[in-house]
């Protein structure tokens, strides 16, 4: 199976090659125009048909646009006619978003570097991975976007990479309990404990409260910012225990389903709550989509009762839970009430998965 990742990179280019950019751009736009006329006025999507009747005419009109770039423009163009099946005529904004293909642009990912074709020869740009996208690096270059924002004066491309993605070889599940003093616990005994993030809330909770009873103008925007960090924070930490969790020797990972609960969990500030819950919703996106490229699966259980239930005997009491310790009272069992309910998650998705998967009864736990 293929996994495709798109990836939006800033580019860092020049202030003399932004002109010859921006212009490479809005000719393509002009082909792309052209080609659409003549393919909506022929009642044509053909890219044989129309290169045969456009192409000499448009090189001598518009020499300085590299022939691979025209076909491009030709190819998106006969792409949009057929997309609108020829019932009117598409068109293109002098800035919209413009395709290469491998032909005119080259790629030095490791060194953050790339090659662009435009009217006026190659141009070097160069751009940023951030950490957590490294391993795209040896993936495939599927296709490239270019854009230009008008408004913050930059470009931008939308690279699309793509690996193929090994068979899941196995049926061993991992159960992930996600929580607030612990981020995430699993069943083989890893903790990832919230204290960095709880620290570095704080202190957010802190400046907020501070700005907010300013009320200024540069209070307010000072306020966007500090959002904005407080987010990049808790994604980088989210990024972190997915990659390290997927990476474990485990096939499958079990995570409650909470969207179900969701409504009933009312607790709490409504602040916190919130956050709490994209927090929660980013963790088990990342770990889905981190799984799959390593032919890994994420499965989701019924939340109910995995922290009340004695993971060991299956005695179902709330009381058997104070806080962080989980006690049975029909066993005696002890054990980190986090840790107990992961492994009741871990075998709910055991039987999840004997149920989805009834050839393949090779399961076990942690
Ligand atoms: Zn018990």
Same mark, same amino acid.
């Given at each position: 199976?293929?996994?495709?990742?798109?990836?939006?990179?800033?580019?860092?280019?020049?202030?003399?090659?932004?002109?010859?950019?921006?212009?490479?751009?809005?000719?393509?736009?002009?082909?792309?125009?052209?080609?659409?006329?003549?393919?909506?006025?022929?009642?044509?999507?053909?890219?044989?048909?129309?290169?045969?009747?456009?192409?000499?005419?448009?090189?001598?009109?518009?020499?300085?646009?590299?022939?691979?770039?025209?076909?491009?423009?030709?190819?998106?163009?006969?792409?949009?006619?057929?997309?609108?099946?020829?019932?009117?005529?598409?068109?293109?904004?002098?800035?919209?978003?413009?395709?290469?293909?491998?032909?005119?642009?080259?790629?030095?990912?490791?060194?953050?570097?790339?090659?662009?074709?435009?009217?006026?020869?190659?141009?070097?740009?160069?751009?940023?991975?951030?950490?957590?996208?490294?391993?795209?690096?040896?993936?495939?270059?599927?296709?490239?976007?270019?854009?230009?924002?008008?408004?913050?004066?930059? #470009?931008?491309?939308?690279?699309? =990479?793509?690996?193929?993605?090994? &068979?899941?070889? $196995?049926?061993? +599940?991992?159960? *992930? %309990?996600?929580?607030?003093?612990?981020?995430?616990?699993?069943?083989?005994?890893?903790?990832?404990?919230?204290?960095?993030?709880?620290?570095?809330?704080?202190?957010?909770?802190?400046?907020?409260?501070?700005?907010?009873?300013?009320?200024?103008?540069?209070?307010?925007?000072?306020?966007?910012?500090?959002?904005?960090?407080?987010?990049?924070?808790?994604?980088?930490?989210?990024?972190?225990?997915?990659?390290?969790?997927?990476?474990?020797?485990?096939?499958?990972?079990?995570?409650?389903?909470?969207?179900?609960?969701?409504?009933?969990?009312?607790?709490?500030?409504?602040?916190?709550?919130?956050?709490?819950?994209?927090? #929660?919703?980013?963790?088990?996106? =990342?770990?889905?989509?981190?799984? &799959?490229?390593? $032919?890994?699966? +994420?499965?989701? *259980? %019924?939340?109910?009762?995995?922290?009340?239930?004695?993971?060991?005997?299956?005695?179902?009491?709330?009381?058997?839970?104070?806080?962080?310790?989980?006690?049975?009272?029909?066993?005696?069992?002890?054990?980190?009430?986090?840790?107990?309910?992961?492994?009741?998650?871990?075998?709910?998705?055991?039987?999840?998965?004997?149920?989805?998967?009834?050839?393949?009864?090779?399961?076990?736990?942690?």
């Amino acid at each position: 199976m293929n996994v495709d990742r798109t990836i939006k990179l800033k580019l860092g280019v020049s202030e003399e090659d932004k002109p010859t950019l921006k212009k490479t751009i809005i000719l393509f736009n002009t082909v792309f125009n052209e080609v659409a006329v003549y393919g909506f006025e022929h009642k044509t999507n053909s890219k044989v048909s129309i290169h045969h009747a456009t192409y000499n005419d448009i090189r001598e009109r518009h020499p300085e646009l590299p022939s691979s770039l025209v076909q491009g423009a030709r190819d998106v163009a006969c792409e949009a006619l057929k997309g609108v099946k020829l019932k009117n005529l598409p068109t293109a904004k002098p800035f919209a978003a413009i395709r290469y293909n491998q032909r005119v642009i080259t790629y030095h990912l490791k060194h953050g570097r790339v090659s662009i074709a435009t009217i006026n020869g190659r141009i070097k740009a160069t751009f940023n991975i951030p950490k957590y996208y490294q391993e795209y690096v040896n993936w495939e270059v599927r296709s490239s976007t270019l854009k230009y924002d008008n408004r913050k004066d930059a #470009f931008f491309l939308h690279i699309i =990479f793509r690996k193929e993605s090994p &068979e899941r070889s $196995g049926n061993k +599940v991992l159960g *992930i %309990d996600r929580g607030i003093v612990n981020i995430a616990v699993c069943s083989n005994n890893v903790f990832f404990n919230g204290k960095q993030i709880k620290n570095v809330r704080a202190k957010y909770a802190f400046l907020r409260h501070k700005l907010q009873s300013k009320g200024t103008k540069s209070a307010k925007r000072l306020l966007r910012k500090i959002s904005r960090k407080e987010r990049r924070f808790v994604t980088d930490v989210n990024h972190c225990i997915s990659k390290t969790i997927v990476n474990m020797s485990h096939d499958v990972f079990a995570l409650e389903d909470l969207t179900s609960i969701r409504v009933q969990s009312r607790k709490g500030k409504e602040f916190t709550r919130k956050l709490n819950n994209w927090s #929660f919703y980013q963790l088990a996106q =990342f770990l889905e989509y981190k799984a &799959e490229a390593l $032919g890994k699966a +994420v499965i989701y *259980i %019924d939340p109910r009762y995995s922290s009340q239930k004695c993971s060991k005997c299956g005695d179902l009491r709330k009381s058997n839970r104070k806080g962080s310790s989980y006690h049975c009272k029909a066993c005696g069992f002890d054990m980190h009430s986090d840790l107990n309910a992961s492994r009741n998650i871990a075998q709910a998705g055991i039987s999840c998965l004997s149920r989805l998967h009834v050839n393949q009864p090779n399961v076990e736990t942690v």
